[in-house]
């Protein structure tokens, strides 16, 4: 029986760091809702302003369906992270959420619309 109870508190402590692993609490940021269509590429933009290196996670939405979420990622001062995918096929709202370790006055977010892989940004909004 004690060899059952120690398996089963081993698993739940395992199932429990790969759950920490798949998902950042910390604050949030959330950009407005764009409007796009395939070709059009929809991309979600996060800088570090902070002097020292962050975690972080970000997120796709449309709708409420997740349609992409990136691993946990440490954020390096001054560098920005980029996550796009291209547009619906018939249309649809898409917007950013990003999750940040500390304060969230440390990033600055952003969603950005634009023409093809190799486009020019068309329309960007900030993250609030």
């Not at 949030?28 to 409007?35: R, S, V």
């Not at 409420?64 to 291209?86: A, C, D, F, R």
Request: glycine share 6%; charged share 20%; with cysteine.
């Amino acid at each position: 029986m004690k060899k059952f109870l120690m398996i089963v508190t081993l698993l739940f402590t395992l199932q429990v760091q790969a759950d920490d692993q798949t998902k950042l609490r910390g604050e949030q940021l959330f950009t407005p809702t764009l409007w796009l269509f395939s070709p059009e590429m929809f991309a979600c933009n996060l800088t570090n302003i902070d002097t020292k290196s962050h975690k972080i996670q970000v997120r796709i939405i449309s709708n409420g369906k997740v349609l992409l979420t990136s691993k946990i990622l440490t954020l390096e001062p001054q560098h920005t992270s980029n996550h796009k995918i291209k547009g619906p096929i018939n249309g649809g709202p898409l917007y950013c959420a990003f999750t940040v370790e500390d304060n969230k006055e440390m990033y600055r977010g952003v969603a950005v619309l634009f023409k093809g892989a190799k486009g020019t940004d068309t329309v960007a909004v900030p993250a609030r």
